[in-house]
């Protein structure tokens, strides 16, 4: 069998379901809430819905269409029924249509004869979503469970509980939010149950967005980025990190939390410090921001010779790329400051003090500051490649990405972790964060929509090569290397 041509129809609903309804939506809400503005009918479902379709519109659906490339050539085994990803989204775009619809206009229609049919229409979404996410994951058991060289693969079998934790997520939060949009719809409200919501939320970022993210860095950054290839315990991280997830989130499912309160509120603590402390570990032994380790096979990239001239200062590519890794490095300094405020809150709940830093401000790092910069740096490192392309667009969008993303991040997290006696001090600091909270959401909205032009413009047009100093052999290897790296023995 050959490998299936990666399916760019994923990153384009990925793209527009995030430009015209997550990023669109949560820009809106950040004004609102900013500058304090009257929220209007409604206005807790369209965070609801805000935050599902950013987590499964614009992230989840991402993560479908790398995986669904990447894996099997991790797995030296081709997709057995490639056919089904069209299916994969011909349930996923119309779910995501019809929450998006169901839920902005549901709240203005109590009372009306349409409320209870429209209400329906969002139990259909959760039925064509939970449709979509089991075929994808039975694609992805069929392909890891047909590869007979998985146990000499060493690469594939160190990731192997990401991956794992990665399936049971998505399967877990599909029936979760099935159950919570038929229990919305059977008991005539306009929000699902709030406690199980954020449970859920929890649960999908904990086992599916930071396992995968960090079985790809661990694969791909090695090649991409020039660091020396893991010779850590990747396979024990995994574990660890799983046993972490474990006393956080199942002790916070509403149906436990109540039993015994004190004793749940500390397992959970526990959990968030082992979390923390997992994580940090994790982005040490990458050695991605800290580059303490010499580098091993990968130091070939920068061999310069006669038919292959210096790629960019320790780095294996030319610039072709624009400088992605600032990306890649924003998303690892977001990610190692959640992890310290988890580890901070977790050791602060078992010595018996209170948190000032709320669950909001903690979660936007993990997935505005993390996830959104690690999927910006990837998007324009990995998916010319996928396309056929050997550089992206516009390295100045790359750039402008960047500098949208970060100053989106900055401005949403930071306000959240002022203390309240600055403001007392400073009387003019109360606008500056309200107008910096405000304004978060339209930049993240510009920088995915810069990110969307770039890949558009990348994949439409045919270019001349970056650097035109004959790449094309140093592109030959790198092709090579990468392929070995997938691979890797």
Same mark, same amino acid.
């Given at each position: 069998?050959?490998?299936?041509?990666?399916? !760019?129809?994923?990153?384009?609903?990925?793209?527009?379901?995030?430009?015209?309804?997550?990023?669109?939506?949560?820009?809106?809400?950040?004004?609102?809430?900013?500058?304090? $503005?009257?929220a209007g009918q409604g206005f807790y479902a369209l965070i609801q819905t805000h935050g599902h379709l950013q987590l499964v519109g614009w992230v989840g659906v991402f993560i479908m269409g790398i995986s669904l490339h990447f894996i099997p050539r991790l797995a030296s085994f081709p997709i057995p029924h490639?056919?089904?990803?069209?299916?994969?989204?011909?349930?996923?775009?119309?779910?995501?249509?019809?929450?998006?619809?169901?839920?902005?206009?549901?709240?203005?229609? +109590?009372?009306?004869?349409?409320?209870?049919?429209?209400?329906?229409?969002? #139990?259909?979404?959760?039925?064509?979503?939970?449709? /979509?996410?089991?075929?994808?994951?039975?694609?992805?058991?069929?392909?890891?469970?047909?590869?007979?060289?998985?146990?000499?693969?060493?690469?594939?079998?160190?990731?192997?509980?990401? $991956?794992?934790?990665?399936?049971?997520?998505?399967?877990?939060?599909?029936?979760?939010?099935?159950? %919570?949009?038929?229990?919305?719809?059977?008991n005539s409200t306009t929000t699902v149950d709030t406690a199980w919501n954020e449970f859920a939320i929890t649960s999908f970022m904990s086992l599916v967005l930071l396992p995968v993210a960090f079985a790809l860095s661990v694969r791909l950054f090695p090649l991409y980025l020039a660091l020396p290839a893991?010779?850590?315990?990747?396979?024990?991280?995994?574990c660890v990190y799983l046993l972490a997830v474990c006393l956080q989130v199942i002790p916070a499912a509403p149906s436990l939390a109540g039993l015994a309160p004190d004793v749940t509120r500390r397992v959970i603590a526990l959990g968030m410090l082992l979390k923390g402390s997992v994580i940090l570990w994790?982005?040490?032994?990458?050695?991605?921001?800290?580059?303490?380790?010499?580098?091993?096979?990968? /130091?070939?990239?920068?061999?310069?010779?006669?038919?292959?001239?210096?790629?960019?200062?320790?780095?294996?590519?030319?610039?072709? $790329?624009?400088?992605?890794?600032?990306?890649?490095?924003?998303?690892?300094?977001?990610? #190692?400051?959640?992890? $310290?405020? +988890? %580890?901070?809150?977790?050791?602060?709940?078992?010595?018996?003090?209170?948190?000032?830093?709320?669950?909001?401000?903690?979660?936007?790092?993990?997935?505005?500051?993390?996830?959104?910069?690690?999927?910006?740096?990837?998007?324009?490192?990995?998916?010319?490649?996928?396309?056929?392309?050997?550089?992206?667009?516009?390295?100045?969008?790359?750039?402008?990405?960047?500098?949208?993303?970060?100053?989106?991040?900055?401005?949403?997290?930071?306000?959240?972790?002022?203390? !309240?006696?600055?403001?007392?001090?400073?009387? /003019?600091?109360?606008?500056?964060?309200?107008?910096?909270?405000?304004?978060?959401?339209?930049?993240?909205?510009?920088?995915?929509?810069?990110?969307?032009?770039?890949?558009?413009?990348?994949?439409?047009?045919?270019?001349?090569? /970056?650097?035109?100093?004959?790449?094309?052999?140093?592109?030959?290897?790198?092709?090579?290397?990468?392929?070995?790296?997938?691979?890797?023995?």
């Open positions: 069998m050959r490998y299936a041509e990666f399916h !760019s129809g994923f990153i384009w609903t990925s793209l527009t379901t995030a430009i015209i309804a997550g990023f669109a939506l949560g820009a809106y809400l950040a004004v609102v809430i900013g500058y304090g $503005f009257p490639p056919e089904r990803m069209n299916r994969i989204l011909w349930l996923m775009v119309p779910g995501l249509l019809l929450r998006t619809v169901g839920g902005a206009v549901l709240a203005s229609l +109590e009372g009306s004869p349409i409320f209870v049919p429209v209400s329906w229409l969002v #139990v259909a979404s959760g039925v064509l979503e939970g449709g /979509a996410i089991v075929l994808y994951v039975s694609l992805l058991l069929e392909t890891m469970r047909g590869s007979d060289k998985t146990r000499r693969l060493p690469a594939l079998s160190a990731v192997k509980p990401y $991956f794992g934790m990665m399936a049971v997520g998505w399967v877990l939060y599909a029936g979760l939010n099935l159950f %919570l949009v038929l229990h919305m719809a059977l893991p010779n850590w315990p990747v396979y024990g991280i995994g994790f982005v040490w032994q990458l050695d991605l921001l800290t580059r303490r380790r010499p580098l091993g096979r990968h /130091a070939r990239f920068l061999d310069a010779g006669p038919d292959r001239p210096p790629t960019r200062p320790g780095l294996p590519d030319y610039g072709e $790329f624009g400088r992605f890794e600032r990306l890649v490095y924003a998303a690892y300094t977001w990610l #190692v400051l959640a992890a $310290f405020v +988890e %580890l901070l809150c977790g050791a602060a709940i078992l010595l018996g003090y209170s948190t000032p830093i709320g669950t909001d401000a903690i979660r936007h790092m993990y997935l505005l500051g993390f996830i959104t910069h690690l999927i910006f740096g990837a998007s324009v490192r990995m998916l010319p490649g996928f396309l056929r392309k050997k550089r992206v667009a516009s390295t100045a969008l790359v750039d402008t990405t960047f500098w949208l993303g970060s100053t989106a991040a900055a401005c949403r997290v930071v306000p959240l972790l002022l203390p !309240s006696w600055l403001f007392d001090e400073l009387p /003019a600091g109360v606008m500056l964060t309200q107008t910096a909270f405000a304004i978060s959401g339209l930049l993240g909205w510009g920088a995915v929509l810069c990110l969307a032009m770039n890949l558009r413009q990348t994949q439409s047009n045919c270019y001349q090569e /970056a650097t035109g100093q004959r790449p094309t052999a140093a592109h030959g290897q790198g092709n090579a290397l990468r392929a070995e790296g997938y691979r890797e023995r």
